[in-house]
DNA sequence: CCAGACGTTGTT
DNA sequence: GTCTGG
DNA sequence: CCAGACGTTGTT
DNA sequence: GTCTGG
């Protein structure tokens, strides 16, 4: 993920009466899993809070972090289905990646939406240490990820931010869920650089010839 | 009905 | 607690 | 997600 | 191949 605009971050809170104190805000260009990133949720009200990405999976034996869930099956899974009925979350970032395999070769995509801000949708879930943790919900690619992976994270619209993390009523969500292959995305071919998570600068996100 | 297990995604 | 298998 | 590592005992 | 770290 891409999280390196505040001021961008900032607007998309403003229409939700929400801040986030620029002094807690570090610009992250490559925010990797189990990094801290902040995260919208109905707690009382709407509220922000900082969370790890990756929900720590509650049978020990299964040690890979939960970072993703598809939306089609979220709903009965275990590990899933309460934060889908009642920890949903929104993670606001600038942009994230996207990976197209080539042989050996990940190549890797900057993706951006219309706005400075795309609004994942997600679950959180609290772990043993009493941490919040976050994922992110994914659906089918639309035509423009297609190119190069079949799963994209699911992309809310702004105005319906609200009513995804209020909203109880299943039927409704998954319209929310449905409408996220309509968002329109921005793919830019970026260099190598990204691909090691010990690199976290701007050069992430530079664009360079396909 | 009871017993017993109880892991997800993405990629190949 | 809840789902699956028998 | 991708990159990169991937070893044990006994002794100091 | 598989696990860990970021």
Same mark, same amino acid.
């Given at each position: 993920m891409n999280v390196h605009d505040h001021e961008g971050v900032q607007a998309f809170l403003d229409d939700l009466g929400l801040s986030l104190d620029p002094a807690r805000f570090t610009p992250r260009y490559n925010l990797a899993p189990s990094d801290p990133v902040h995260a919208l949720f109905a707690g009382e009200g709407l509220e922000i809070a900082e969370m790890r990405w990756g929900l720590t999976p509650r049978n020990p034996k299964q040690r890979n972090?939960?970072? @993703?869930?598809?939306a089609e099956t979220a709903w009965r899974l275990p590990s899933f289905r309460e934060s889908m009925r009642r920890r949903r979350a929104v993670v606001p970032v600038n942009g994230f990646y996207e990976w197209r395999r080539e042989g050996d070769e990940r190549l890797p995509f900057y993706i951006t939406g219309r706005q400075p801000v795309l609004a994942l949708a997600g679950l959180f879930d609290v772990d043993a240490q009493g941490e919040m943790r976050c994922c992110v919900l994914t659906t089918a690619a639309n035509a423009e990820m297609q190119c190069i992976h079949d799963r994209m994270p699911v992309c809310l619209p702004h105005d319906r931010v609200r009513e995804w993390l209020s909203d109880g009523d299943p039927a409704a969500l998954g319209k929310l869920i449905a409408g996220a292959r309509d968002q329109a995305l921005h793919l830019t071919r970026v260099s190598k650089?990204? @691909? +090691? +998570?010990r690199n976290d600068g701007p050069e992430c996100m530079l664009p360079v010839a396909a």
């Open positions: 972090l939960l970072i @993703n869930a598809r650089f990204v @691909n +090691s +998570s």
